[in-house]
């Protein structure tokens, strides 16, 4: 079998089928690769989901006891017989026509693993035409060079490329059990391994961006587990940013990315968590050397930074904040 498909499934029932639909329109025999749904104990019945599974004999439906997407993910991946390894979302959905040959690219390259674009778009944006240049593709990096130079704009995501799965299987590399930015961690590790990566110049992707978004919800619900994810963002690329062998390149989108983390960091829990957990954000940047924050190009990032990089004025500000009446307060 060459292509193993991993979708974590949780209370998307409205929206699976776009996704399991252009999955079936690929050129692909239906005999060359398996989807397998990981139902992450949803609140639903995964009504669609089921009825898939039983119409199409490529496509496996599976239950588990809620525990997150990256344990829907690690178990979907312990099952998976395919060459291939491919992660799609249930509210997202894939070009169609594409994976087959994107497959035979990355096979006649040898590669590791093999990038492509997405587009990112509203539920109420125009659908653009995606770009389709199979032949257009970069030429073969190591995972480290690829991080410090990528040929196209570089997404953590991993919905955006296949992993050849006899590179990644004795790796034993899993996504951990985190609220926010497990692809970032899952992807950190497979680029610090990978021998061979390459870029193919078609939008493969389709990242539906809505209005209440899982991240933004997650905010607001758990604004202190969001803060730990982020450290442990901040302390994943922070070690590779300190190995020797890591790549000058490499090492400086590192740093770029540490510090956009890092305000990321800092203004949501001023908006999100009390006080207290933005002196501890400070305690345990300064214990990793992320903080003070480094340069940034943005105008508008670079007045955040000088305020987070002045503590006492940050925290005044965050005190201020927190003693406004709600309807006062800024809006994300």
Known sequence: MKLSIVIPYYNTNALIGRALDSLLDQDLAPSDYEIIVVDDGSDDEAVVAKDYARRYPQISYFRREHAGVSAARNFGMSL??????????????????????????????????????????????????PRRNFSNVSETQTGLEYLGNPPYDLTWSMCVCVLRRSFLEPLGLLFENISYGEDCLFKL????????????????????????????????????????????????????IEDPATPAPAVLSLKAGRVDDTIGLFTNVLRYCPVQETIDCFSRLEALGA??????????????RALINRKHLWLFLCRIYHILPL?????T
Not at 201 to 223: A, E, P, T
Not at 327 to 331: A, G, I, Q, Y
């Open 291 to 304: 903080y003070p924050v480094g340069e940034t190009k943005s105008r508008k990032s670079r007045i955040v």
């Open 189 to 240: 590790q497979v680029l610090k391994h990978a021998s061979k990566v390459a870029f193919i110049d078609v939008d493969m992707y389709y990242y539906m961006q809505n209005d209440v978004s899982i991240l933004h919800s997650k905010k607001q619900r758990d604004g202190i587990a969001f803060a730990a994810a982020m450290t442990r963002s901040i302390e994943a690329k922070t070690v590779l």
């Open 80 to 129: 998976a017989k395919g060459e291939w390894l491919y992660f799609c979302d249930s509210d997202d959905y894939l070009q169609r026509q594409v994976l087959g040959r994107i497959i035979a690219v990355a096979e006649e390259r040898g590669l590791d693993m093999l990038h492509a674009g997405r587009l990112m778009l509203r539920p109420s944006d125009p659908v653009p035409t």
């Open 327 to 331: 309807k006062l307060r800024l809006r």
